[in-house]
């Protein structure tokens, strides 16, 4: 597993996976209302424009067919006195009227242009001098003239204003054809863009729901094998997941507490082992050199010696020692403990000592010359509250963490069995002692 740090916490990476997909939802949201407002513009411009002008210029048609039929009756009927042409009359200049407003009405929505509305009410306009006329004629009683005027020149009006009107009828129907066809392609654009977005949108969640289940998921399963692992026995299995988020966190507290429960195991074996190894002899140096090798092979010192007060009680003389030559070592003397360390050594406390003071070297001048450690871990015995015995284990090298908390948990064995083995070793000598002198006696009795 990469132990690439990955600093981004769980909750960041869920927020930032939802914060993506509604960005997403919000940009289909912009672009559904941007684009229906382009279509209400083509809706809007056809409606207002092109359909406007549409029925615009058909009401103009309509007007001006109308005028034409209605100053085809004042020309063509002679049964019509002027009191029966006035409602005609009038009819005829509502239609004019109407014809006007629908003229305005193109000019202010007609797209094309202007010359096209220009012309035709042009034309509008000189007919209405031919229909004065042609009126006129009428109500002088000119039926003729009148009739004349209207049939070589009202009809060639009518169809010329026709075919102008026509000309913005045809412009208005191809605009909106085009408007028509331009929201056909909007619509499409639409539709391509939010299947698009929605595509992306569908793989990006999977893609992010795959990516933040397997950031989480992987964490936490080599986790489980770790502890799996670490179930099993293998007391070396650690998670190598390192980062600031909460798998991290746990992983980090996973391994302080693999690393305390290893520690302890490995403290009560190596007390067990020990506590075994003490037990395994009675006679004094067979025992100090099974106990030196145990605190060596426990601790991971280089050299290992043991000082026993001698029987003046004056003196700690070297006993045994494993690394060192024993000849090499001298005696220090119980007047000599001073100091601090020295003072901290007889209230029986296990020292270690990370840097060896000069005062600690004058303290204790048993060492040989050519070495030279840089720490040294102390060990004194007590009997009735008076040190009898001091072990001493040194290093080039820092100690094991563990090696203090050893010693601390074996202090008191240590010194019951040394205390046992002492006392086993006197009386083993005051028997010899016995046992000489009850030979001698019985010699002399015999004598």
């Given at each position: 597993m990469s132990k690439k740090p990955v600093n981004i916490s769980i909750g960041a990476r869920l927020y930032a996976g939802f914060g993506i997909i509604m960005l997403l939802i919000v940009l289909i949201a912009f672009l559904a209302f941007n684009q229906s407002n382009r279509l209400w513009k083509f809706t809007s411009d056809l409606y207002e424009h092109p359909l406007q002008v549409s029925k615009a210029t058909r009401d103009i048609k309509n007007d001006v067919n109308s005028i034409?039929?209605?100053?085809?009756?004042?020309?063509?009927?002679?049964?019509?006195?002027?009191?029966?042409?006035?409602?005609?009359?009038?009819?005829?200049n509502e239609k004019e009227a109407d014809a006007i407003k629908s003229f305005d009405l193109v000019y202010e929505r007609y797209l094309g242009q202007k010359s096209h509305i220009d012309s035709a009410f042009a034309t509008f306009k000189n007919w209405k001098i031919l229909r004065d006329q042609i009126i006129e004629h009428r109500l002088k009683g000119d039926n003729e003239q009148a009739y004349v005027q209207y049939r070589i020149k009202n009809q060639e009006f009518r169809d010329k204003l026709f075919s102008q009107v026509q000309v913005m009828v045809d412009f208005a129907n191809a605009k909106a054809d085009t408007y028509?066809?331009?929201?056909?392609?909007?619509?499409?654009?639409?539709?391509?863009?939010?299947?698009?977005?929605?595509?992306?949108?569908?793989?990006?969640?999977?893609?992010?729901?795959?990516?933040?289940?397997?950031?989480?998921?992987?964490?936490?399963?080599?986790?489980?094998?770790?502890?799996?692992?670490?179930?099993?026995g293998n007391f070396d299995a650690r998670s190598e997941y390192i980062s600031t988020n909460e798998i991290g966190l746990l992983?980090?507290?996973?391994?302080?507490?693999?690393?305390?429960?290893?520690?302890?195991?490995?403290?009560?074996?190596?007390?067990?082992?020990?506590?075994?190894?003490?037990?395994?002899?009675?006679?004094?140096?067979?025992?100090?050199i099974e106990m030196l090798n145990a605190l060596i092979k426990i601790t991971r010192a280089e050299v290992a010696t043991?000082?026993?007060?001698?029987?003046?009680k004056k003196e700690f003389e070297p006993y045994e020692t494993l690394g060192l030559v024993n000849e090499s070592l001298k005696t220090f003397a119980v007047k000599n403990l001073a100091g601090k360390q020295c003072i901290e050594l007889v209230n029986s406390k296990s020292i270690s000592v990370s840097s060896i003071p000069s005062e600690t070297i004058n303290c204790f001048k048993t060492l040989a010359l050519d070495?030279?450690?840089?720490?040294?871990?102390?060990?004194?015995?007590?009997?009735?509250?008076?040190?009898?015995?001091?072990?001493?284990?040194?290093?080039?090298?820092?100690?094991?963490?563990?090696?203090?908390?050893?010693?601390e948990k074996i202090h008191f064995i240590l010194t019951?069995?040394?205390?046992?083995?002492?006392?086993?070793?006197?009386?083993?000598?005051i028997s010899q002692t016995?046992?000489?002198q009850f030979s001698e006696l019985e010699e002399k009795t015999k004598e």
């Open positions: 034409h039929n209605l100053i085809k009756d004042i020309a063509i009927d002679n049964r019509l006195n002027p009191n029966a042409l006035y409602p005609i009359i009038n009819q005829i028509y066809h331009s929201a056909i392609a909007e619509k499409q654009k639409i539709v391509f863009w939010i299947r698009v977005i929605l595509a992306g949108l569908f793989i990006l969640t999977l893609s992010l729901s795959y990516l933040i289940l397997n950031s989480i998921r992987r964490p936490v399963r080599a986790l489980a094998q770790v502890a799996d692992q670490f179930r099993h992983s980090a507290s996973f391994n302080e507490l693999a690393n305390s429960v290893q520690q302890q195991i490995i403290l009560n074996n190596s007390i067990n082992e020990l506590t075994q190894l003490l037990t395994s002899e009675n006679e004094l140096r067979p025992f100090c043991i000082y026993l007060l001698n029987e003046k070495y030279d450690p840089q720490e040294m871990i102390t060990i004194p015995i007590l009997e009735d509250q008076k040190l009898i015995s001091v072990i001493m284990l040194c290093s080039k090298t820092s100690f094991p963490e563990t090696s203090v908390a050893i010693i019951a069995r040394i205390q046992g083995v002492l006392a086993f070793e006197k009386i083993s000598k016995l046992n000489k």
